[in-house]
């Protein structure tokens, strides 16, 4: 009798779809496909994480709950200018939701990495080992949201910018099955919102009062990210908004990307929810974002338990 193979999951990043892994999550457990290894990327690693600490339901009963003032909360300006989230209510988030400080990623009950990205190489860097809450916290660190994280005289970023869908950390791992989910299928060019926002105008102030410089600086990121969490009347010839450029751009990139990194090493079975209309930063919609993991995980769960069975 052949050994059960080694199941990983590999878990891509996404922003706001990555909600989506949660259905998968669950649904495959719920079919009995447990899996051994989990790898993830961003928002995966961050689900992933969830998973494996026994904390998902947790989770998934908060993002259920969440609404846009929520997430609107999660953001703010800072006199550094390297990043718009605040630091102290994610780190809450993350204990609460995902792991203590102490919780080492060796102590887990199953085999799991995250995927960050080396800002001066360009390289990926993987966490299979240390404190769990710094690996996830490094790989969600999207750029131009996050400020970017110091880790052994490194500053990481969003492991999406070279490993969207970590595929190849799972094969690292031991697994014999991979099981992907790709959260950036068709997302090149969606989802903006075509809005205008009128800035106020510049005061007639010196350079030096750097006060009101920040001040002025802060109202356009107010302004911006109203236009963000609010609805607004389409204006289909404004220039997208301060969040909506940076979220297209790393659309672009991600679907470039993981087009490349899953065509060179396919996984055994790709799992792609239909998100595309879901921005990247529209937390509160998990309701929708869940349900497509699990209508599209139902839909391939005989697939992939022939393949178990044939291994």
Not at 8 to 32: C, D, E, M, P
Not at 34 to 53: H, K, Q, R, W
Not at 217 to 224: D, F, G, H, L, W
């Amino acid at each position: 009798m052949s050994p059960t193979p080694r199941i990983g999951l590999a878990l891509g990043s996404g922003s706001s779809r990555g909600w989506s892994h949660i259905g998968v999550i669950n649904t495959l457990v719920k079919h009995g496909v447990v899996p051994d290894v989990i790898c993830g990327c961003s928002i995966g690693a961050l689900v992933g994480a969830s998973y494996t600490t026994g904390k998902l339901i947790q989770l998934e009963d908060w993002v259920r709950s969440l609404t846009r003032l929520d997430v609107a909360k999660f953001f703010e300006i800072n006199t550094g200018l390297n990043g718009f989230v605040n630091k102290e209510r994610l780190h809450q988030f993350l204990n609460r939701y995902i792991c203590s400080d102490d919780c080492m990623i060796e102590t887990l009950p199953k085999r799991f990495a995250a995927v960050s990205t080396d800002l001066a190489s360009g390289t990926e860097v993987w966490f299979s080992q240390g404190p769990l809450i710094e690996a996830v916290w490094a790989s969600i660190s999207l750029p131009g949201l996050f400020p970017a994280i110091r880790h052994r005289n490194h500053w990481l970023v969003d492991g999406g910018l070279v490993n969207p869908v970590p595929i190849s950390t799972c094969r690292a791992l031991g697994a014999d099955i991979v099981i992907a989910v790709n959260l950036n299928g068709n997302i090149a060019g969606k989802h903006f919102r075509e809005v205008s926002v009128e800035p106020e105008p510049r005061p007639n102030l010196p350079d030096a009062e750097a006060g009101n410089w920040m001040e002025m600086i802060s109202r356009t990121v107010k302004e911006y990210s109203d236009s963000l969490f609010s609805n607004h009347k389409e204006n289909r010839d404004a220039a997208p908004g301060l969040f909506d450029a940076i979220a297209g751009s790393i659309n672009i990139t991600q679907d470039r990307i993981t087009r490349f990194r899953i065509a060179s090493d396919p996984p055994d079975i790709l799992i792609t929810p239909r998100l595309s209309h879901i921005s990247p930063l529209e937390f509160y919609r998990a309701r929708e974002t869940i349900e497509s993991g699990i209508e599209v995980t139902e839909a391939i769960v005989p697939e992939i338990k022939a393949l178990i069975d044939s291994v």
